[in-house]
């Protein structure tokens, strides 16, 4: 038996070792950082009763690995750790992804000895919450405690083994300047979305997955009053607002009962008895869209929310085909024309191909046409063939909310607007 070999049987030895020794429920009501100096502590004690003789370093890896799989995520915990991973991909027990800054990128080693080690994560994950996954429930959304948004899928349903995914919270939130830096949004187009926040038009992100909507969302809101009253409501919650008064509220799965589930639209109900000066929905899904759009139109104005969608026009039909998913039997024409008095603002976001979240597209909506669609200006875009990593520019429209910003917060320089490439600072 080689050397590595020798370290998997010792390691797997603790391991089982520690699970009837230590007793799970004192674990789980310890302070993370006693937790691991406990089991590190109960580790070392095991290998000097077995006698086992090892390096320095290699004695050091086994107690790591031991404790990050009694106590934390298991052979994932290293790539959790790393401020450069931001979502963590396990495809089975022999296929591991994550990415950085944008790309996705395999990790060379074999991580996991096989499928138990795989679902023992996963259990790990969400039997604090009450949560379960197997045959029966094969399926889960859940979140860690650091805001890191997790869901895993197990056989039948995927034919790869139990598959898991983390996206992770980042602890420290991005401000306009970061974008800027970034190379995320041009300087007229972030002035012109502050005066929008400012003066409470309703706006709505969309993109693709992981096109940084809730990022820019976070971002947005940070332009809000500090003295309003701001609800989120999120299916996971991800925001971290840094205005003083916040009241989050977070959907609910049901139990393995099937009884206790809480919707975003059940929240959004709630959130409207709650005296709120704004409302920030994290992702707009289904139903809830009718209700939203309700709230906007009866004096509930400067709301946010994200939409998956392909472009700012998509992201107007996506929102009609999710309020005709309502309870509430509606003509297609009037939801359209709630879409169009609702909606003042569409911001698209999109990821490029090396990994750079850009805002791709900032529109105004105006009226319906006369086919009955809302009117979808462009004011602000991304063009990625010019120079060697694209531009922001201004196509030459002065948007129609102009004046009714000028009426809420202040009259905003028509430089903004001028046709061309977005690289100065406005005043």
């Known amino acids: 038996m080689n050397r590595t070999d020798a370290l998997v049987d010792v390691r797997r030895s603790l391991h089982e070792r520690l699970i009837g020794r230590m007793d799970a429920r004192q674990l789980d009501a310890m302070p993370r950082a006693e937790r691991r100096l406990r089991v590190r502590e109960q580790a070392l004690s095991l290998l000097r009763e077995q006698g086992h003789m090892l390096p320095q370093s290699a004695l050091a890896d086994v107690v790591n690995a031991v404790s990050d799989a009694v106590v934390g995520m298991g052979p994932i915990e290293f790539l959790l750790k790393d401020p450069g991973v931001t979502e963590v991909m396990v495809n089975g027990p022999d296929d591991v992804y994550v990415e950085r800054?944008?790309?996705?990128?395999?990790?060379?080693?074999?991580?996991?000895?096989?499928?138990?080690?795989?679902?023992?994560?996963?259990?790990?994950?969400?039997?604090?919450?009450?949560?379960?996954?197997?045959?029966?429930?094969?399926?889960?959304?859940?979140?860690?405690?650091d805001g890191s948004r997790v869901h895993a899928i197990v056989p039948p349903l995927s034919l790869c083994g139990p598959v898991l995914n983390v996206r992770k919270f980042s602890s420290i939130p991005l401000g306009p300047g970061d974008l800027l830096a970034g190379g995320?949004?041009?300087?007229?187009?972030?002035?012109?979305?502050?005066?929008?926040?400012?003066?409470?038009?309703n706006i709505v992100i969309s993109g693709g997955t992981s096109s940084g909507k809730t990022?820019?969302?976070?971002?947005?809101?940070?332009?809000?009053?500090?003295?309003?009253?701001?609800?989120?409501?999120?299916?996971?919650?991800?925001?971290?607002?840094?205005q003083p008064h916040?009241?989050?509220?977070?959907?609910?799965?049901?139990?393995?009962?099937?009884?206790?589930?809480?919707?975003?639209?059940?929240?959004?109900?709630?959130?409207?008895?709650?005296?709120?000066?704004?409302?920030?929905?994290?992702e707009v899904r289904g139903g809830e869209a009718l209700d939203?759009?309700?709230?906007?139109?009866?004096?509930?104005?400067?709301?946010?929310?994200?939409?998956?969608?392909?472009?700012?026009r998509h992201a107007l039909w996506r929102l009609e085909t999710m309020a005709l998913m309502s309870d509430v039997d509606l003509p297609v024409a009037h939801v359209r024309a709630q879409v169009s008095s609702a909606i003042d603002v569409v911001v698209h976001t999109a990821r490029l191909r090396d990994g750079r979240r850009v805002v791709f597209q900032v529109a105004t909506v105006d009226e319906l046409d006369g086919t009955g669609?809302?009117?979808?200006?462009?004011?602000?875009?991304?063009?990625?063939?010019?120079?060697?990593?694209?531009?922001?520019?201004?196509?030459?429209?002065?948007?129609?909310v102009v004046s009714s910003l000028a009426e809420r917060v202040q009259d905003l320089d028509h430089r903004w607007f001028e046709a061309g490439i977005d690289a100065w600072e406005p005043a």
């Open 292 to 312: 939203m759009l309700q709230a906007m139109n009866t004096g509930h104005d400067g709301s946010l929310s994200t939409a998956h969608a392909n472009s700012a």
């Open 246 to 282: 916040v009241i989050g509220l977070e959907a609910r799965p049901a139990t393995v009962e099937g009884r206790g589930e809480v919707t975003v639209r059940d929240l959004l109900r709630n959130a409207l008895r709650m005296r709120p000066d704004r409302i920030v929905v994290g």
């Open 215 to 242: 990022t820019l969302l976070a971002v947005l809101s940070s332009f809000v009053p500090s003295e309003e009253r701001l609800i989120t409501i999120e299916d996971a919650a991800e925001l971290r607002l840094a």
């Open 101 to 145: 800054k944008g790309r996705i990128e395999r990790v060379a080693d074999r991580l996991f000895e096989g499928e138990e080690a795989v679902l023992h994560v996963i259990e790990r994950i969400v039997a604090p919450l009450g949560l379960r996954v197997d045959a029966t429930s094969p399926w889960v959304d859940a979140r860690l405690p």
């Open 184 to 201: 995320t949004i041009g300087p007229r187009m972030l002035a012109f979305l502050a005066a929008c926040v400012r003066g409470r038009m």
């Open 373 to 400: 669609d809302p009117v979808v200006v462009e004011i602000f875009g991304f063009r990625p063939r010019i120079g060697r990593e694209g531009a922001f520019v201004c196509t030459g429209i002065t948007p129609r």
